[in-house]
């Protein structure tokens, strides 16, 4: 069975950081590109950040770039996004997902963690 | 930056068909992807490349993607369908998602 589980959130100052990760079992972690969800509190969701398989490739939010970073350690089969100087606005749940193709595949996401809630204080 | 707009509701009847659209510049071009939320659950892919069905999502559930327009359609709408949908594309190296569509079956 695949399964994602995020953890790492909690409760932090504005202009705080946080490291956020994501634990992946049953299935290759290597071969899939991996993307990070937020979702606001009664809000839609929002796209952060996704990497390729191998990490070689990365991409942000522009709400998000410069601020944060999305990493992987293939060896502990693990997703992890470094967040800095967080806003009050970027209080949410944040969602891992796998990507449903390969390790450049970033159109659409087949299996999604649980969340953790990131909340920003101001 | 790229957006995608959702109709904020739709309602349908059970048995009946809901068509939810999602709309931006070009989106034919793009692959289009379509994710259901429950309350309190995690979303769950229902339609990926405009149309393909991951296995596990019933038949009710298709997709079309042309022009400006993907469409969500789900056939023969059952209680359990109600939930909101939200479209996603990827553009210029970057994801995005539409506003959401609350779907309500009364």
């Known amino acids: 069975e695949v399964v994602l589980l995020e953890s790492g959130g909690g409760l932090v100052q504005r202009g705080g950081s946080l490291r956020l990760s994501c634990a992946a079992s049953?299935?290759?972690?290597?071969?899939?590109?991996m993307t990070w969800v937020r979702q606001a509190p009664g809000k839609g969701l929002e796209w952060v950040s996704a990497i390729s398989g191998s990490g070689g490739s990365a991409y942000y939010a522009d709400s998000v770039k410069g601020r944060f970073t999305i990493s992987r350690d293939n060896s502990k089969n693990t997703l992890f996004l470094q967040m800095n100087t967080l806003r009050a606005e970027e209080t949410a749940v944040y969602y891992c997902?796998?990507?449903?193709?390969?390790?450049?595949?970033?159109?659409?996401?087949?299996?999604w963690g649980q969340g953790t809630t990131v909340t920003v204080s101001s | 930056s790229y957006e995608l707009t959702q109709p904020p509701s739709v309602s349908v009847s059970p048995g009946q068909t809901a068509s939810i659209t999602c709309s931006g510049d070009?989106?034919?071009?793009?692959?289009a992807s379509w994710y259901q939320q429950k309350p309190g659950q995690s979303p769950v892919l229902v339609i990926y490349e405009d149309a393909k069905r991951p296995s596990g999502i019933p038949e009710r559930f298709s997709g079309s993607n042309s022009g400006n327009t993907a469409t969500l359609t789900i056939s023969g709408t059952q209680a359990m369908d109600e939930a909101d949908y939200y479209c996603?594309?990827?553009?210029?190296?970057?994801?995005?998602f539409g506003g959401g569509t609350k779907l309500t079956v009364l």
């Open positions: 070009k989106l034919g071009d793009k692959y």
């Open positions: 996603q594309a990827w553009d210029s190296s970057t994801g995005v």
């Open positions: 997902a796998k990507g449903a193709m390969n390790e450049n595949y970033y159109y659409a996401m087949d299996v």
């Open positions: 049953g299935f290759t972690f290597s071969s899939y590109a």
